[in-house]
């Protein structure tokens, strides 16, 4: 069964669809983590704790972009499918022309490099 079409420079599945799935797993486990770091934080009213709650909760976004620049090295449909925005009008879109060839990271989409 194959969930992409892997980057290889032989070409050939070295194993990369399982390495997929794990890491679309892992994506998955950390999305969950920041919903409930997030539900935890919103019920908190100790500063100190709601403080280190968010912390946590940003260190899970940043192993979402980090897990997610993974899975474009490997998958090159899904690389492509992440350099497309259907979300807005193209004259909405926080990413200009120009950056159009390059694959979008979370800070470029908020215009950071």
């Known amino acids: 069964m194959a969930y992409g079409k892997t980057d290889t420079a032989s070409g050939k599945d070295t194993g990369l669809e399982d390495v997929l799935i794990l890491l679309r797993d892992d994506l998955i486990g950390e999305l969950q983590a920041i919903n409930q770091y997030q539900a935890h934080i919103d019920r908190i009213d100790n500063l100190e704790i709601r403080e280190l709650l968010e912390h946590i909760r ?56």
């Open 58 to 113: 940003d260190d899970e976004k940043e192993h979402v972009a980090e897990i997610t620049h993974a899975i474009s090295r490997i998958d090159a449909i899904q690389r492509a499918k992440f350099a497309e925005d259907h979300t807005v009008a193209a004259e909405e879109r926080v990413a200009t022309e120009e950056d159009s060839g390059k694959i979008l990271t979370v800070g470029s989409m908020f215009g950071k490099k």
